[in-house]
T-cell receptor, first 114, second 114 residues
Framework: GESVGLHLPTLSVQEGDNSIINCAYS??????FIWYKQESGKGPQFIID?????DKRQGQRVTVLLNKTVKHLSLQIAATQPGDSAVYFCAGLYSGGSNYKLTFGKGTLLTVNP | DAGVIQSPRHEVTEMGQEVTLRCKPISGHDYLFWYRQTMMRGLELLIY????????DSGMPEDRFSAKMPNASFSTLKIQPSEPRDSAVYFC????????????FGSGTRLTVV
């Protein structure tokens, strides 16, 4: 089915440590994944994306890894800062022919302790 | 660019009343999406438009919900009559095209039905 799920609902890390947020998906037909960050009282904000023909993509302090064999992706945040505290969502795009819509996971709450 | 603009930010209404949520997408974006966010169900796609035409409304909960996009710069989501279970944060998002799936979200409308 078109489900995108998360392994952990909460993650607490110390400032300066690296964070890893995981996500599993079930539909192998998905061809595009996105990570979003949502701060309190705001809408989700695009962080980084990856296509299914890639297994790794890096941004500024963030890296997304995609393992198509086990249908798993992760978001790594280097040197986590207090400003990184937010809910992180993975989302999958299931093109499904003419349809074009993102399906979001439930989210992981990241708390960065000073 | 002012981003995706939603109004109102907060809405409190009594059960049975009509509620209208408004959205102005980013100029030039061909796609517009309405999502609902709750703690229990996360982010759910309600409906999306392409070039002002509704493409997929399979996520609209029931006939009490309706959405329109009379032109490229404006969309509404209407609930009539509203019920307490409709209480949620409603997000509007827009996207330039389907090749890049990075939606830009508005700040949301927090709806409370009492």
């Amino acid at each position: 089915g078109e489900s995108v799920g998360l392994h952990l609902p909460t993650l607490s890390v110390q400032e300066g440590d690296n964070s890893i947020i995981n996500c599993a998906y079930s539909n192998s037909a998905s061809d595009y994944f996105i990570w979003y960050k949502q701060e309190s009282g705001k809408g989700p904000q695009f962080i980084i994306d990856i296509r299914s023909n890639m297994d790794k993509r890096q941004g500024q302090r963030v890296t997304v890894l995609l393992n198509k064999t086990v249908k798993h992706l992760s978001l790594q945040i280097a040197a986590t800062q207090p400003g990184d505290s937010a809910v992180y969502f993975c989302a999958g795009l299931y093109s499904g022919g003419s349809n074009y819509k993102l399906t979001f996971g439930k989210g992981t709450l990241l708390t960065v302790n000073p | 660019d002012a981003g995706v603009i939603q109004s109102p930010r907060h809405e409190v209404t009594e059960m049975g009343q009509e509620v209208t949520l408004r959205c102005k997408p980013i100029s030039g974006h061909d796609y517009l999406f309405w999502y609902r966010q709750t703690m229990m169900r996360g982010l759910e796609l309600l409906i999306y438009f392409n070039n002002n035409v509704p493409i997929d409304d399979s996520g609209m909960p029931e006939d009490r919900f309706s959405a329109k996009m009379p032109n490229a710069s404006f969309s509404t989501l209407k609930i009539q009559p509203s019920e307490p279970r409709d209480s949620a944060v409603y997000f509007c998002a827009s996207s330039l095209n389907r090749v890049h799936g990075g939606y830009t979200f508005g700040s949301g409308t927090r709806l409370t039905v009492v």
